[in-house]
């Protein structure tokens, strides 16, 4: 570490589950705490990513979400970025991973994109996040949760104007390939993601699977770049017996499969979030540790 690049469409890996859901049945609220609770409870935010590490998860991500300063300013944190990162990556280090991505979300800033204003400020806030990281060890950037292209080039350009380490990129897209904005495309993101010099090109859904292997096919066919899927598990409901089109992971085992039909539409990196604790992360480690990519359009 850092050396995740040496991997690339090569050897299958997954990415740890969020620690949300393991921290709010502790009694934290994940809305307001999250990255609180890293600087003054990083025990248990280790514990929850912990489990993860044990359930075999190769890359671990930090619980920096919102390291923007417009999004730690709601919680009077705006002056202590940089503690937020370097308390997440030491609880993360701690666990000695293979690899470590330090995951930025949105800033949450309204954005007009035909506003030189609107759209340095926006950029700004990335570019300080990534400022924050600045010396700091770590295998890669993860931009997750982008709703649109708009905000995900600003993060991008924002993130290149001070670092050339790797980024991840994802945006979150149904079923019909259109992003959680309602307005745009995951063609579009995936262009952005592409000519911004993204390093792996990802995406979240809840879609049911043969919609979401049809999106991992989509990121694959869009260029060279390594594919992450991440798959949103539903709130968890007992009475749920099996597969639905509103909760298609209902259960870990229910990964297993996803997993392997992900990797054979090219998928090299996997993950569970929304509700997912760790053990949809060992199902996912199941259906693909130790096995190749299959990417028959790109040279390892």
Known sequence: MPDIDLRFHRDMLVLSAPVAAVLQRQGFDIDRDLEYATLVEPEAVRDA???NKVAGAQCLVTSTAGITAARLAHHGLEERAQEVVKAGLDIACQLKPQHVLVEVGPCGLPLDPSSKTSLNENRGQYADAARAC???S?????????ANPSDLKC???GVRQVSDALVFASVDVDAGGVLSDGRHTFAEA?????DFEASVAGFAT???LEAATNLARQACAAGSLPVLAQLIVGAHDPKQGGVTESNPYFCPDVLVAAGAQLRGAGVQFLRACGAAT???TGALVAASEGFDVVRSDVEA
């Open 49 to 51: 990513l912990r489990l």
């Open 278 to 280: 760790p053990a949809y």
């Open 134 to 136: 600045a010396g700091a």
């Open 138 to 146: 770590f295998d890669a950037f993860f931009l997750n949760g982008f």
């Open 206 to 208: 809840r879609a049911p």
């Open 155 to 157: 993060a991008l350009m």
């Open 190 to 194: 995936l262009e952005v993601m592409v």
